[in-house]
């Protein structure tokens, strides 16, 4: 059973910091491309950053470039969001995934999805 555990979130003030985790179990994680998305009240899930299963390569959306940052621990099988000098429109639940195919951003067809963390940042 494939399960992805997001770790992390809660509530910080403007220009605060998080580093959410995600924990991967029952899928060969080094063969996936990880994602982070969110989604805000109201709204649609979006994509926010992804890095190759390889760790190489990540795409930013362009809303997180430069405050934001992914990384990968295959040994550990999990993924990490570093998220600096967060603003109030970066309040949202954040969701991880794992996917082979679609890169950079599968939309909703990611493979795997967490059940997500509330991120809130307080104006």
């Known amino acids: 059973q494939v399960q992805l555990v997001e770790s992390g979130g809660g509530l910080v003030q403007t220009g605060g910091s998080l580093r959410l985790s995600c924990a991967a179990s029952?899928?060969?994680?080094?063969?996936?491309?990880m994602g982070w998305f969110r989604q805000a009240p109201g709204k649609e899930r979006k994509f926010v950053v992804a890095?190759?299963?390889?760790?190489?390569?990540?795409h930013y959306a362009d809303s997180v470039k430069g405050r934001f940052t992914i990384s990968r621990d295959n040994a550990m099988s999990t993924v990490y969001l570093q998220m600096n000098s967060l603003k109030p429109e970066d309040t949202a639940v954040y969701y991880c995934?794992?996917?082979?195919?679609?890169?950079?951003?599968?939309?909703?067809?990611?493979?795997?999805w967490g059940q997500g963390t509330q991120v809130t940042v307080s104006s």
């Open positions: 029952g899928l060969r994680f080094s063969s996936y491309h």
């Open positions: 995934a794992a996917y082979r195919s679609s890169w950079p951003d599968p939309g909703d067809r990611a493979d795997y």
């Open positions: 890095v190759t299963w390889t760790g190489r390569d990540t």
